[in-house]
């Protein structure tokens, strides 16, 4: 192996056992030269293309829980503990190393003990060390001293689980694997892959959310499916707010079951869906979610109050249906052209000025503005004011709004300038001479689009006494230096600081989780709720009994309202189904209490990329 190879392995092993030529008196130990590197006019390969020194193990971070140095024999070895190596200087948390030569045979049996009892017990490094050196001891051949007690460990006395190691190693050969095939396949015809944290993002969540609203549009068939989903969504912050004993279940309409992109939407926000009695053929009921981190049930139902108005006119429900496709950028030129039209209509825009140009020149957009009453007119867009185009434009703005953030949320009821020519959701700041009415003129708004100077990130806090390191999205490791600088009253502090957040993430995490249970335990039964009422009580034996029709003394007569009863397969899959919303809901809890202590340690770290 390549000393650029071995360098590499070495910054991200967890376990480092080195087999080599070395020399302690130099502080070197050797590796396969470069076949590609350019050798010296004498024709040998230049020693530092293949001696890996002091000073380059130093320089790595390790994250290194013990390195096994079995090499450099010499008689250096009364300095060593006396002398720090370059291993526990670049991070590692112990060193083990044999002091002088010892037989290979010795060599062999003392390794598989002492490799044997870390994988078997996932124990302290200094007793499966003695453990090993028992065993070799044990063995009449290798009873004298000098076969057993020359293995010295410098550093700390670290766990080591090679069962974790290994499962953790092959986790990510698997997900690299996975990822290596998925990439070359169009479609993971095998299994859904799991979402990241950055399809748990907000702007992804909009995404869905503009996608799922436009197909709404699109497939309005009923029209009850809006209005039933504005109350259901009501009623879910109605018993948010109040926090009662009532059940958080509804019963929703066939209309909405069968509509496809209302259950998905539904699914979008934290509704779950289950059987709504004991008889299989009423209607189900929806269960409300436990809570809404994303505050989506808010703009959802402000987009749907839009749509609810928007959906009587089926040209118009195309055309915003397919600008609710379109990116952030898209949706942020269209408000501020119709902010600009409703809260001041006594400017006139120019066909040519370039934020109206962008508007007006996209084939999508230009649909919308022509089915909300625009018009161009010479030089100008014209909006034909009726009260009918009005109450449209309205609808679409708040529609639009509701995916676009703190945008939306100030330009919906007054025009902001500045806001105006922003495509992302922050505040740029503005020159404090330039005019409300220059400002609304959208001529002007190319001036804000053009990019801000990014300012440099800050630098990343440090804690060298944890040392944090990211080793993939969702995996961190910390390593503490041996003989490492007493810490200083300000990380004492700032490690207080870092407490006091864990703390208050786990309190909000259990929490969450007991909230979850209670919600569960009210709405997981609601046919047994429903049932309680007959169970137990004496049945009457009625004279007569009304039957339907068509029957025969020869066979069976079934009576009017008769339920069948639940079979136990059907049984069993509800009690599954009941498990499973639980499961998921709680998985929810702990991916999101996952992440906030991520972001706890994320400042410390000193890998992250920049992006």
Same mark, same amino acid.
């Given at each position: 192996?390549?000393?650029?190879?071995?360098?590499?392995?070495?910054?991200?092993?967890?376990?480092?056992?080195?087999?080599?030529?070395?020399?302690?008196?130099?502080?070197?130990?050797?590796?396969?030269?470069?076949?590609?590197?350019?050798?010296?006019?004498?024709?040998?390969?230049?020693?530092?293309?293949?001696?890996?020194?002091?000073?380059?193990?130093?320089?790595?971070?390790?994250?290194?829980?013990?390195?096994?140095?079995?090499?450099?024999?010499?008689?250096?070895?009364?300095?060593?503990?006396?002398?720090?190596?370059?291993?526990?200087?670049?991070?590692?948390?112990?060193?083990?190393?044999?002091?002088?030569?010892?037989?290979?045979?010795?060599?062999?049996?003392?390794?598989?003990?002492?490799?044997?009892?870390?994988?078997?017990?996932?124990?302290?490094?200094?007793?499966?060390?003695?453990?090993?050196?028992?065993?070799?001891?044990?063995?009449?051949?290798?009873?004298?001293?000098?076969?057993?007690?020359?293995?010295?460990?410098?550093?700390?006395?670290?766990?080591?689980?090679?069962?974790?190691?290994?499962?953790?190693?092959?986790?990510?050969?698997?997900?690299?694997?996975?990822?290596?095939?998925?990439?070359?396949?169009?479609?993971?015809?095998?299994?859904?892959?799991?979402?990241?944290?950055?399809?748990?993002?907000?702007?992804?969540?909009?995404?869905?959310?503009?996608?799922?609203?436009?197909?709404?549009?699109?497939?309005?068939?009923?029209?009850?499916?809006?209005?039933?989903?504005?109350?259901?969504?009501?009623?879910?912050?109605?018993?948010?707010?109040?926090?009662?004993?009532?059940?958080?279940?509804?019963?929703?309409?066939?209309?909405?079951?069968?509509?496809?992109?209302?259950?998905?939407?539904?699914?979008?926000?934290?509704?779950?869906?289950?059987?709504?009695?004991?008889?299989?053929?009423?209607?189900?009921?929806?269960?409300?979610?436990?809570?809404?981190?994303?505050?989506?049930?808010?703009?959802?139902?402000?987009?749907?109050?839009?749509?609810?108005?928007?959906?009587?006119?089926?040209?118009?429900?195309?055309? !915003? %249906?397919? $600008? @609710?496709?379109?990116?952030? /950028? +898209?949706?942020? *030129?269209?408000?501020?052209?119709?902010?600009?039209?409703?809260?001041?209509?006594?400017?006139?825009?120019?066909?040519?000025?370039?934020?109206?140009?962008?508007?007006?020149?996209?084939?999508?957009?230009?649909?919308?503005?022509?089915?909300?009453?625009?018009?161009?007119?010479?030089?100008?867009?014209?909006?034909?004011?009726?009260?009918?185009?009005?109450?449209? !434009? %309205?609808? $679409? @703005?708040?529609?639009?709004? /509701? +995916?676009?953030? *703190?945008?939306?949320?100030?330009?919906?009821?007054?025009?902001?300038?500045?806001?105006?020519?922003?495509?992302?959701?922050?505040?740029?700041?503005?020159?404090?001479?330039?005019?409300?009415?220059?400002?609304?003129?959208?001529?002007?708004?190319?001036?804000?689009?053009?990019?801000?100077?990014?300012?440099?990130?800050?630098?990343?806090?440090?804690?060298?006494? !944890?040392?944090? $390191? @990211?080793?993939?999205?969702?995996?961190?490791?910390?390593?503490?230096?041996?003989?490492?600088?007493?810490?200083?009253?300000?990380?004492?502090?700032?490690?207080?600081?870092?407490?006091?957040?864990?703390?208050?993430?786990?309190?909000?995490?259990?929490?969450?989780?007991?909230?979850?249970?209670?919600?569960?335990?009210?709405?997981?039964?609601?046919?047994?709720?429903?049932?309680?009422?007959?169970?137990?009580?004496?049945?009457?034996?009625?004279?007569?009994?009304?039957?339907?029709?068509?029957?025969?003394?020869?066979?069976?007569?079934?009576?009017?309202?008769?339920?069948?009863?639940?079979?136990?397969?059907?049984?069993?899959?509800?009690?599954?189904?009941?498990?499973?919303?639980?499961?998921?809901?709680?998985?929810?809890?702990?991916?999101?209490?996952?992440?906030?202590?991520?972001?706890?340690?994320?400042?410390?770290?000193?890998?992250?990329?920049?992006?």
């Amino acid at each position: 192996m390549t000393k650029e190879a071995v360098l590499a392995k070495l910054s991200a092993s967890t376990i480092i056992h080195i087999a080599s030529y070395g020399c302690w008196d130099d502080g070197v130990f050797v590796c396969s030269p470069n076949p590609s590197t350019n050798h010296g006019e004498d024709g040998a390969t230049p020693q530092n293309r293949y001696l890996i020194t002091s000073n380059d193990v130093s320089q790595l971070k390790l994250i290194a829980d013990l390195v096994v140095l079995n090499f450099g024999y010499g008689n250096k070895h009364r300095e060593l503990q006396r002398r720090t190596p370059a291993f526990l200087v670049a991070g590692a948390k112990s060193v083990l190393l044999p002091q002088w030569a010892i037989c290979e045979a010795a060599q062999d049996k003392f390794w598989y003990h002492f490799y044997d009892s870390l994988h078997a017990d996932g124990i302290h490094v200094t007793e499966a060390l003695r453990k090993a050196k028992l065993s070799v001891r044990e063995d009449k051949r290798f009873r004298h001293p000098r076969y057993w007690a020359g293995y010295c460990l410098l550093g700390n006395d670290p766990k080591v689980d090679l069962k974790q190691i290994k499962t953790a190693v092959l986790d990510k050969h698997l997900t690299q694997m996975e990822q290596t095939v998925l990439k070359n396949l169009p479609k993971d015809v095998l299994n859904e892959p799991p979402k990241s944290d950055q399809e748990h993002s907000h702007d992804a969540l909009i995404r869905q959310l503009c996608l799922h609203l436009s197909d709404l549009l699109l497939d309005h068939r009923d029209d009850d499916v809006i209005p039933g989903l504005v109350s259901l969504m009501n009623g879910y912050r109605e018993l948010a707010r109040s926090r009662d004993s009532k059940p958080p279940v509804q019963k929703i309409s066939t209309s909405i079951t069968s509509s496809t992109p209302a259950v998905k939407l539904l699914s979008l926000v934290g509704f779950h869906f289950q059987a709504g009695g004991i008889d299989p053929t009423e209607p189900p009921v929806a269960l409300y979610p436990q809570w809404d981190p994303d505050r989506l049930m808010d703009l959802t139902i402000q987009a749907l109050q839009g749509i609810a108005t928007v959906s009587y006119q089926a040209d118009c429900s195309y055309a !915003l %249906s397919k $600008v @609710l496709l379109e990116s952030s /950028a +898209v949706h942020s *030129d269209v408000i501020d052209l119709l902010a600009i039209t409703k809260h001041m209509p006594e400017i006139q825009l120019k066909s040519a000025d370039h934020g109206v140009a962008a508007v007006w020149g996209g084939n999508v957009n230009r649909e919308l503005l022509l089915k909300l009453g625009f018009a161009e007119v010479g030089t100008l867009l014209m909006f034909e004011g009726n009260s009918h185009n009005k109450k449209l !434009l %309205s609808a $679409v @703005l708040q529609v639009l709004c /509701a +995916v676009c953030g *703190d945008k939306g949320v100030s330009m919906l009821e007054r025009l902001d300038p500045q806001f105006l020519g922003v495509a992302n959701r922050r505040v740029l700041s503005k020159s404090p001479s330039q005019s409300p009415v220059k400002s609304a003129r959208l001529k002007h708004s190319s001036a804000l689009r053009s990019p801000a100077v990014q300012q440099p990130p800050p630098p990343p806090k440090r804690l060298p006494s !944890l040392n944090p $390191v @990211l080793i993939s999205d969702s995996k961190m490791a910390f390593s503490t230096s041996w003989q490492i600088i007493p810490e200083n009253e300000a990380e004492v502090k700032e490690k207080m600081e870092v407490s006091r957040s864990l703390t208050t993430v786990r309190t909000d995490g259990q929490v969450n989780a007991r909230v979850t249970n209670e919600w569960h335990a009210l709405c997981s039964y609601p046919q047994a709720l429903q049932a309680l009422n007959s169970l137990g009580q004496p049945t009457v034996k009625r004279t007569k009994v009304k039957v339907h029709p068509g029957g025969s003394p020869s066979s069976q007569r079934v009576p009017l309202g008769y339920k069948p009863p639940l079979t136990l397969e059907a049984i069993e899959q509800r009690r599954d189904y009941a498990h499973y919303v639980l499961q998921e809901r709680h998985r929810d809890v702990a991916r999101r209490q996952e992440k906030a202590v991520r972001n706890v340690f994320l400042p410390y770290v000193n890998n992250r990329k920049v992006p």
